[in-house]
């Protein structure tokens, strides 16, 4: 079984490494051409780096932890009010800031905290205090999502003994929820804290100044103006460094915790006033947080001219565009994350734990490398053989299906290896393989997460601006990259109504995909 | 899921056909930046106008920025499918040319409005503009005269501009500020930069944080507040006119070396700097025109600031210390 596994796995491993390393590798060989700037290595001892290096460090760090504590807060509130009402539309709402692109969030965070905003914070918006609002804004309702179905994943007897031993809140939190966290968190805090430090738009924009510059800005810099790809090599490789250090850090803090075969149900019993007051404040607080930037984008796009914009052909192909990229990158991620994701279930479970990281951790680490230095060395290898206008769709597929793969991992992971783990040994005394055990095991049990991975990673690449910026056209625009050409021509409110369609379009894929994958009811399992 | 994969291929093989399918009139490709190539740009105007007398089709690609577009031709070389490249900046003529991937365009500009007489074997501008600070008049009552006003005022308007090593608006001011203060630049940004709010990547951020109300005056164009009059009737928007004169921005188009349709890509050149051409130019791109003067003109450019005396760096002083002018600037601001 295990050697069947680590065939695709294998590819899928051997395709990201080719996608990660051989436009790195062009990038590297240009700038040993004449006419462009040779490898100086010089760069490693200049105070510059430093200084970007510390910064970088220090804004992901404080963005990590101000999105991932409270999200733990939001999302145990969330798992222990199951019949609050619009549940379902408010964690819908939790999936939009990751999609909207930086500048649009940009400007949405200044409509609520600028000196014109709803709660004014003034200059003293410029700076951290910007940065930390947007990313939080950003990554709270993310880490919500990805840590809400653990609580799902308690089995029932765990809370009935629990209940029977007297344990308070904080006991119960201890000794049953802490311990699933406790497999989840690292890697949630690792994506976020990757998703910090890459970003860009926010850093550059809110930061107030070249004070704030990321190894990001630094990167994208070295591929502009400078044109100095050995450079960007570097610095990506750097942030790679980085990220593997932080990731080693964070797993060794991780513990698989033991499965049992047990049923799981959400929990319902002893729910007091007061928990169910504390529950609701941390709900609705988070929902205003998340909430009050959108609206304000609502509000700014209902003033513009949409009846104007609903008939104009540009914005209908980049809608078109837009949602062909989505669907096809989390297809294509989903399916390659599936493999990755079994393979390293069939390690666990064979008591291989560190292949079984390093496989998830290949997966998830590529998402540092920023989509500019692996679009414009591909465009490095590939321009000379073909005419890459044509694989416009290809490329731009391929990398936001990598890009996706973090989130595939994280979404996937936990639930294929408690699969693994619980229903192995009867797959096998059942003889039961490839599309029947899929069929009668795999699916319906992790139908909902698979839901959830697909629906992110969709709303995820019709959110890229990265990408699809380096090689789309107008012809090939999405709405994205319609946006920011519109901001760029004074149409500040055409922008907001083409930011909101590609809103509602996001929600609608979101709900359409993990309700209609996911399935409408909860599997008890 | 299993089923996903064949379908996928499918429908990219498909798709990849659709596009593959190829005119059957000489197709000329001009690489611009995207605000040029969209819907509310020049584009559609200009395409509509030269296909009009040219027997052909006018492919406009429209990519991020000039810098975007001529790193792309760098790296396509002579598999380049672009005739010409439309969009650079004087920032950058001397990198492209030093690349030796453009030809001699062979016209010369008669009686241009430029300030100075074009000549440039190489590229030939299709429009122009100048940097200045924007602001409202409504909140910005005497906005300041001189960009030493403006440096030296401490309690001065408070201000939004863009980076040097990401946005042409942002090396623009950079050089201004060069050429004004020379070897003082450096003092003289550490003078502004507690006024400034924000530097942004580009120039849309600064510029939607400022009609935001985020600070009282943005970096951006003399020609900006003719957008606001012409599109939106909104007289509330003014550029501070300077004394020492205002940095100036060229817009340029070249002919490059590997295309296969000299001759189609020769007349569209010619017609870049025809009536035909410049006429669109004012309320799409909004820039001035090279040539026509005032009969392309709106006349709601009358109550735009007069920009002179122009400021520009010669090409190669940009080029040869760019970097190190930009390392200053980081110095500076990082403070």
Same mark, same amino acid.
């Given at each position: 079984?295990?050697?069947?596994?680590?065939?695709?796995?294998?590819?899928?491993?051997?395709?990201?490494?080719?996608?990660?390393?051989?436009?790195?590798?062009?990038?590297?060989?240009?700038?040993?051409?004449?006419?462009?700037?040779?490898?100086?290595?010089?760069?490693?001892?200049?105070?510059?780096?430093?200084?970007?290096?510390?910064?970088?460090?220090?804004?992901?760090?404080?963005?990590?932890?101000?999105?991932?504590?409270?999200?733990?807060?939001?999302?145990?509130?969330?798992?222990?009010?199951?019949?609050?009402?619009?549940?379902?539309?408010?964690?819908?709402?939790?999936?939009?800031?990751?999609?909207?692109?930086?500048?649009?969030?940009?400007?949405?965070?200044?409509?609520?905290?600028?000196?014109?905003?709803?709660?004014?914070?003034?200059?003293?918006?410029?700076?951290?205090?910007?940065?930390?609002?947007?990313?939080?804004?950003?990554?709270?309702?993310?880490?919500?999502?990805?840590?809400?179905?653990?609580?799902?994943?308690?089995?029932?007897?765990?809370?009935?003994?629990?209940?029977?031993?007297?344990?308070?809140?904080?006991?119960?939190?201890?000794?049953?929820?802490?311990?699933?966290?406790?497999?989840?968190?690292?890697?949630?805090?690792?994506?976020?804290?990757?998703?910090?430090?890459?970003?860009?738009?926010?850093?550059?924009?809110?930061?107030?100044?070249?004070?704030?510059?990321?190894?990001?800005?630094?990167?994208?810099?070295?591929?502009?103006?400078?044109?100095?790809?050995?450079?960007?090599?570097?610095?990506?490789?750097?942030?790679?460094?980085?990220?593997?250090?932080?990731?080693?850090?964070?797993?060794?803090?991780?513990?698989?915790?033991?499965?049992?075969?047990?049923?799981?149900?959400?929990?319902?019993?002893?729910?007091?006033?007061?928990?169910?007051?504390?529950?609701?404040?941390?709900?609705?607080?988070?929902?205003?947080?998340?909430?009050?930037?959108?609206?304000?984008?609502?509000?700014?796009?209902?003033?513009?001219?949409?009846?104007?914009?609903?008939?104009?052909?540009?914005?209908?192909?980049?809608?078109?565009?837009?949602?062909?990229?989505?669907?096809?990158?989390?297809?294509?991620?989903?399916?390659?994350?599936?493999?990755?994701?079994?393979?390293?279930?069939?390690?666990?479970?064979?008591?291989?734990?560190?292949?079984?990281?390093?496989?998830?951790?290949?997966?998830?680490?590529?998402?540092?490398?920023?989509?500019?230095?692996?679009?414009?060395?591909?465009?490095?290898?590939?321009?000379?053989?073909?005419?890459?206008?044509?694989?416009?769709?290809?490329?731009?597929?391929?990398?936001?299906?990598?890009?996706?793969?973090?989130?595939?991992?994280?979404?996937?992971?936990?639930?294929?290896?408690?699969?693994?783990?619980?229903?192995?040994?009867?797959?096998?005394?059942?003889?039961?393989?490839?599309?029947?055990?899929?069929?009668?095991?795999?699916?319906?049990?992790?139908?909902?997460?698979?839901?959830?991975?697909?629906?992110?990673?969709?709303?995820?690449?019709?959110?890229?601006?990265?990408?699809?910026?380096?090689?789309?056209?107008?012809?090939?625009?999405?709405?994205?990259?319609?946006?920011?050409?519109?901001?760029?021509?004074?149409?500040?409110?055409?922008?907001?109504?083409?930011?909101?369609?590609?809103?509602?379009?996001?929600?609608?894929?979101?709900?359409?995909?993990?309700?209609?994958?996911?399935?409408?009811?909860?599997?008890?399992? | 899921?299993?089923?996903?994969?064949?379908?996928?291929?499918?429908?990219?093989?498909?798709?990849?056909?659709?596009?593959?399918?190829?005119?059957?009139?000489?197709?000329?490709?001009?690489?611009?930046?995207?605000?040029?190539?969209?819907?509310?740009?020049?584009?559609?105007?200009?395409?509509?106008?030269?296909?009009?007398?040219?027997?052909?089709?006018?492919?406009?690609?429209?990519?991020?920025?000039?810098?975007?577009?001529?790193?792309?031709?760098?790296?396509?070389?002579?598999?380049?499918?672009?005739?010409?490249?439309?969009?650079?900046?004087?920032?950058?003529?001397?990198?492209?040319?030093?690349?030796?991937?453009?030809?001699?365009?062979?016209?010369?500009?008669?009686?241009?409005?430029?300030?100075?007489?074009?000549?440039?074997?190489?590229?030939?501008?299709?429009?122009?503009?100048?940097?200045?600070?924007?602001?409202?008049?409504?909140?910005?009552?005497?906005?300041?005269?001189?960009?030493?006003?403006?440096?030296?005022?401490?309690?001065?308007?408070?201000?939004?501009?863009?980076?040097?090593?990401?946005?042409?608006?942002?090396?623009?001011?950079?050089?201004?500020?060069?050429?004004?203060?020379?070897?003082?630049?450096?003092?003289?940004?550490?003078?502004?930069?507690?006024? /400034?709010?924000?530097?942004?990547?580009?120039?849309?951020?600064?510029?939607?944080?400022?009609?935001?109300?985020?600070?009282?005056?943005?970096?951006?164009?003399?020609?900006?507040?003719?957008?606001?009059? /012409?599109?939106?009737?909104?007289?509330?928007?003014?550029?501070?006119?300077?004394?020492?004169?205002?940095?100036?921005? /060229?817009?340029?188009?070249?002919?490059?070396?590997?295309?296969?349709?000299?001759?189609?890509?020769?007349?569209?050149?010619?017609?870049?700097?025809?009536?035909?051409?410049?006429? /669109?130019?004012?309320?799409?791109?909004?820039?001035?025109?090279?040539?026509?003067?005032?009969?392309?003109?709106?006349?709601?450019?009358?109550?735009?600031?007069?920009?002179?005396?122009?400021?520009?760096?010669?090409?190669?002083?940009?080029?040869?210390?760019?970097?190190?002018?930009?390392?200053?600037?980081?110095?500076?601001?990082?403070?």
């Amino acid at each position: 079984m295990i050697v069947s596994r680590a065939i695709p796995a294998g590819l899928v491993l051997a395709l990201l490494a080719l996608l990660v390393l051989a436009p790195m590798a062009g990038l590297l060989h240009l700038s040993a051409l004449p006419g462009y700037e040779p490898a100086d290595l010089r760069i490693w001892e200049s105070a510059y780096l430093r200084r970007v290096l510390y910064f970088s460090i220090w804004q992901a760090l404080l963005s990590t932890l101000l999105s991932v504590l409270p999200a733990i807060l939001v999302a145990r509130a969330f798992a222990m009010q199951p019949d609050l009402p619009l549940r379902r539309l408010l964690l819908g709402l939790f999936a939009l800031p990751l999609v909207v692109p930086g500048v649009v969030v940009v400007m949405a965070v200044v409509s609520v905290y600028g000196s014109d905003g709803w709660l004014p914070l003034g200059r003293s918006l410029y700076g951290i205090n910007g940065i930390l609002l947007a990313h939080v804004f950003f990554n709270l309702p993310l880490a919500v999502r990805l840590l809400l179905p653990l609580w799902k994943m308690i089995p029932q007897h765990h809370w009935q003994l629990g209940e029977q031993l007297g344990m308070n809140a904080w006991q119960r939190f201890r000794f049953i929820e802490w311990p699933m966290l406790r497999e989840t968190l690292p890697g949630v805090l690792l994506l976020v804290f990757m998703l910090c430090l890459t970003s860009f738009a926010v850093v550059l924009t809110l930061g107030g100044g070249p004070r704030s510059t990321t190894i990001e800005v630094a990167i994208y810099q070295s591929l502009r103006f400078d044109f100095d790809p050995a450079r960007a090599v570097m610095l990506a490789l750097l942030q790679l460094g980085l990220c593997m250090l932080v990731a080693m850090l964070t797993l060794k803090f991780q513990r698989m915790p033991e499965v049992e075969i047990a049923t799981s149900a959400p929990y319902r019993s002893r729910r007091t006033t007061l928990s169910y007051v504390v529950n609701l404040v941390l709900i609705m607080a988070a929902t205003l947080y998340v909430g009050l930037p959108l609206l304000s984008l609502l509000i700014d796009a209902l003033q513009g001219p949409v009846i104007k914009m609903a008939t104009s052909a540009q914005l209908w192909q980049a809608f078109a565009n837009t949602l062909f990229i989505g669907i096809s990158a989390a297809l294509l991620s989903v399916v390659a994350g599936w493999f990755l994701l079994q393979y390293s279930a069939s390690l666990a479970r064979q008591g291989r734990a560190t292949g079984a990281r390093l496989v998830d951790l290949a997966g998830s680490i590529v998402y540092v490398i920023p989509p500019l230095v692996i679009a414009t060395g591909m465009f490095v290898l590939l321009s000379p053989h073909v005419d890459v206008f044509d694989w416009v769709y290809p490329i731009v597929i391929a990398i936001n299906a990598l890009m996706g793969l973090p989130f595939v991992v994280r979404c996937l992971g936990p639930s294929i290896r408690q699969s693994h783990a619980r229903y192995h040994r009867l797959c096998l005394s059942l003889d039961l393989q490839g599309w029947n055990r899929f069929r009668f095991i795999d699916w319906p049990l992790l139908r909902r997460p698979l839901g959830l991975a697909i629906a992110l990673v969709a709303v995820l690449a019709m959110g890229d601006l990265g990408v699809i910026a380096l090689f789309g056209s107008t012809q090939t625009a999405t709405l994205p990259l319609m946006i920011y050409q519109q901001l760029g021509a004074y149409l500040i409110s055409q922008a907001t109504v083409t930011a909101l369609l590609l809103l509602l379009l996001c929600l609608a894929v979101f709900a359409l995909l993990e309700r209609g994958i996911g399935g409408k009811a909860d599997v008890v399992n | 899921m299993y089923s996903v994969l064949p379908r996928l291929a499918a429908g990219l093989a498909s798709f990849l056909f659709c596009f593959s399918l190829q005119a059957a009139t000489p197709n000329l490709v001009v690489y611009t930046y995207d605000s040029f190539a969209s819907d509310w740009g020049p584009g559609p105007k200009v395409k509509a106008a030269f296909e009009a007398t040219c027997n052909c089709t006018l492919e406009l690609v429209g990519l991020s920025d000039g810098v975007a577009m001529l790193n792309r031709l760098k790296l396509e070389g002579d598999n380049s499918r672009a005739d010409i490249l439309l969009g650079i900046d004087t920032n950058l003529t001397a990198e492209a040319r030093s690349s030796g991937l453009f030809d001699a365009h062979g016209l010369s500009l008669q009686s241009s409005a430029l300030p100075t007489p074009w000549q440039d074997d190489l590229f030939l501008p299709y429009d122009f503009g100048y940097f200045a600070f924007v602001y409202n008049k409504e909140k910005l009552a005497s906005p300041p005269t001189s960009l030493r006003q403006l440096v030296d005022d401490s309690g001065g308007p408070t201000l939004l501009i863009q980076d040097p090593r990401t946005s042409t608006p942002g090396l623009g001011l950079m050089l201004w500020m060069k050429k004004v203060y020379g070897d003082k630049a450096d003092q003289a940004w550490a003078q502004l930069s507690p006024r /400034i709010v924000t530097v942004s990547k580009g120039w849309s951020e600064a510029y939607g944080l400022f009609l935001k109300g985020e600070a009282d005056m943005v970096l951006s164009y003399t020609t900006s507040p003719a957008y606001h009059i /012409i599109a939106e009737q909104d007289l509330r928007f003014a550029a501070a006119r300077f004394e020492e004169g205002h940095y100036q921005q /060229i817009e340029v188009a070249g002919m490059v070396r590997s295309s296969q349709q000299k001759e189609l890509a020769h007349q569209f050149l010619a017609f870049m700097i025809s009536e035909d051409f410049q006429k /669109i130019i004012p309320t799409t791109n909004w820039m001035y025109p090279v040539v026509g003067g005032q009969a392309v003109v709106p006349t709601e450019f009358d109550q735009l600031i007069n920009p002179a005396p122009a400021l520009l760096l010669d090409e190669t002083s940009v080029a040869e210390q760019r970097k190190r002018w930009v390392e200053e600037w980081l110095e500076v601001m990082s403070r």
